[in-house]
């Protein structure tokens, strides 16, 4: 996880370069999470500052988004597809095997930090349904027994507790 | 240099591949998850090996993505060779065979494009290419998306040359003698749209292309950007022309990073070659075109909804009127067309309005894309003349459905169309057939069912995904939807009464009723769809808590045959991660129903030489002893 000053320094070389026009929000917000991986409460407050408007609002759009994270990602950030074509071909017994064989709900991060877990609704390879990615990597064809399979390398490469 | 002049350098530059051997790799986004990158790997490994100067292309999609990762071979004096599911293991014998040497290897091959080939199948002549039409694909999986020569080689740009000596009147008239019809879902005559903005006289005024295509199960849009990003660009700059608009924007998800990266190649590739930019082909036009990334949100595909995006606020429509092209973004009159309707602009403006309109039917001109997925044989993108029947698309394009099993439904337009049944397959699909019976064109996801899909459980994911997409703001979709949602659970998991089936319907009838936008006012249709046509099994969920897909979760029991059971072996103990099947070696295993969390993993590993795990719908059938067992929980 990124520190604090790291975090604020990050932000601002962001800041520095753009105006400080409502209609930024979005690609701010993108930006931030780009740089820091999620967006912090102090990140949304410096924007507000920023842009003039008051945090709340901030929090409102970085909420309404899928695409917005307030929580830091795991370090293999896994995620299951439950488009249309996935979930007919059983998404949901490989997000629910995962959800067990990882100890974490869809959203949450492993409390070592190794692990996180999302669904999504379609990346677009329906024809390889049931789908799920570890990190960049692509798992088609799922079952739930390879899902579980396929994060046992990962917990291998875990060489400690990486949240601090 | 002038445009002429552009298109000769571009024109020599194509010729000159077409005369030497050349490689093509299917890599948009569903040939890159096939595996094509490490493909394109070995194949740079195994050229530089062999010393071999041949360029390896990458291009869009090729269609047939059931057959990704796709390589062709193309020889300028001998045969082109498609080679279908390639593995980086061999590469290496394609590329000695074929390109250092003279064997094709077509016990390798997909097919070839040349006929009379006794060995391999004839690709232009697959079933399939009969029934297709090209108009807006025809350039996908053929050039490479990242190379503007390609482009203007085959055509591209020649339709701005000629509508820029064109007055905006003209090129909007032969929109509208050509009756292209907006490809986002709903059909509105494009040509509207445009005359409206041109009327407008506040400036400045802005052209949007709507890629936030958000239907989980749909990527034709997609498909488009990433395989041939100009044709949407050169519409883009045609309409900025005839509205007279200076700037444009592309509003993409940001999940779509290729498609993102190869808007701004192409983007750059224009800019360089004037024909985006100050004084376009020295016409006097200036137009700029911009990517904004959305940041994911379902309701972006509505219009107004996209401009707040656009403006960095939450994505909530509003009320029309008034409509984009009085008031959109920034106020601004604003023309916000997708993806494929622009693509469909030039060549309009270049061949002329009977392009489109020769193809077709009464009142939907031109073709439809369409992505099949689900239980059907070949996957992929199809483009076929409105008009096209079901029938024709699923099973002549398709190859029907996959394994023995018995087509059930097709669903299109995703969480806003419906589920249509066997008794529809004949009927044609356009605009208008569609809606009569109760779908949309929406998006172009065409999703096959078959007898393992439980029609409940369909409608009940859908109205999962409007209701966790609803932006909230209208309070039938935000409530009205989850109510609905809380009924289907009822009656999936064998909870629900019959009378429920009424109180479904009277609230899809009002959150239609009560909701501002698209997402709202179709996000019923799923539900309405399958129970009109599949309410018997609405009927067996609630009165015999039967699921005969046996996919509710709640409604079926996971069984091992006594008399398939191989004794020895063990695979279903080991795996079963609750420690729910007992048995030693040498006994028939049972599964403790108790334990048994339902997660199908003694159903997956149970070899198929026994094939011994089923699942049993409704629970209650499940025999004895397991019954008992079962009864003692309850």
Known sequence: ?164 | MSFAAIKDRARSEWENLQGRTHILVSAATCGRAAGSQDVIDALGRELARHSLDVPVIQVGCMELCYADPLVIIRKADSLSVAYANVTPEIVPRLVEGYVAGEDPCLELALGTYEDGEDEAACIPELPRYEHELRLVLTRCGRVDPENIDHYIATDGYSGLEKALGMSPGDIIGELERSGLRGRGGAGFPTFRKWEQCRKAEVKPKYVICNADEGDPGAFMDRVVLESDPHQVIEGMIIAGYAIGAERGYVYVRAEYPLAIKRVRIALEQATELGLLGDDILGSGFSFTIEIAAGAGAFVSGESTALVAAMEGRRSEPRTRPPRLAEAGLWGKPTLLNNVKTFAYVPPIIEHGANWLSSSGTEGSKGTAVFTLAGKVVSSGLAEVPMGTTLRRLIYDIGGGITGDRQFKAVQIGGPSGGCLPGSLLDSPIDYDSLREAGSMMGSGGMIVMDEDNCMVDAARYFLDFSTRESCGKCTMCRLGTMQMLRILEDITSGRAKLKDMDRLLQLAEDVKDGSLCGLGRTAPNPVLTTLRYFRDEYEAHIRDKTCAARVCKDLIVYYILPDRCDRACEHCVLTCPTEAIKGGKGEVKVIDQEKCTKCGTCLDVCPPEYDAVVKLSPVSSLPSPDKTERSAKK
């Open chain 1, 1 to 164: 996880m990124i520190g604090r000053d790291q975090s604020s320094q990050a932000l601002s070389q962001i800041l520095e370069s753009r105006s400080s026009d409502r209609g930024n929000l979005i690609s701010l917000l993108q930006e931030t999470q780009e740089k820091l991986g999620y967006i912090p409460r102090e990140a949304m407050e410096t924007i507000a500052d920023f842009l003039g408007i008051p945090p709340v609002e901030v929090w409102g759009v970085a909420t309404f988004y899928n695409q917005f994270r307030l929580t830091p990602l795991g370090k293999h950030h896994t995620v299951v597809c439950i488009g249309t074509a996935c979930h007919l071909a059983g998404g949901n017994l490989i997000l629910e095997a995962l959800e067990r064989e990882l100890d974490i709900k869809a959203g949450e991060t492993s409390a070592d930090g190794n692990f996180s877990l999302e669904r999504v609704a379609c990346i677009g390879c329906c024809m390889l349904a049931p789908v799920a990615l570890i990190g960049d990597r692509i798992y088609p064809r799922m079952t739930p027994f390879k899902a579980e399979e396929a994060i046992i390398p990962y917990r291998q490469s875990n060489d400690g507790n990486t949240a601090n």
